[in-house]
Nanobody, 124 residues
Framework: QVELVESGGGLVQAGDSLRLSCAVS????????MGWFRQAPGKDREFVAT????????DYAGSVSGRFTISRDNAKNTAYLQMNSLKLEDTAVYYC?????????????????WGQGTQVTVSS
């Protein structure tokens, strides 16, 4: 059974950086396209970033483009989300997700496995 475990969240100040990790077990990361999504209180879950199994295809939500970078290390079975210049509106629970077929996707419905989420809180 594939399991995704996020880590690296925390409380930071606006302008700071964080790197989230998503460790995959029970499966081979190289088979999966990966995505990061987030959900703020009272809001729907939204797409943040996605990366194909090769890493060649990446896409970002407009609100994070230029500040966040998604990457992966298939040898370590881990995906990452580097978040720089954090803003108050980045506060949310961040989820990683994996989809079969290996391509990237911004659609949450196309993901087959989800982590439990990690809280990111940005303060002023």
């Amino acid at each position: 059974q594939v399991e995704l475990v996020e880590s690296g969240g925390g409380l930071v100040q606006a302008g700071d950086s964080l790197r989230l990790s998503c460790a995959v077990s029970g499966g081979t990361l190289s088979r999966y396209g990966m995505g990061w999504f987030r959900q703020a209180p009272g809001k729907d879950r939204e797409f943040v970033a996605t990366i194909s199994w090769t890493g060649r295809s990446r896409d970002y939500a407009g609100s994070v483009s230029g500040r966040f970078t998604i990457s992966r290390d298939n040898a370590k079975n881990t995906a990452y989300l580097q978040m720089n210049s954090l803003k108050l509106e980045d506060t949310a629970v961040y989820y990683c997700a994996a989809r079969l077929l290996g391509s990237s996707s911004s659609r949450s419905s196309e993901y087959h496995h989800w982590g439990q989420g990690t809280q990111v809180t940005v303060s002023s």
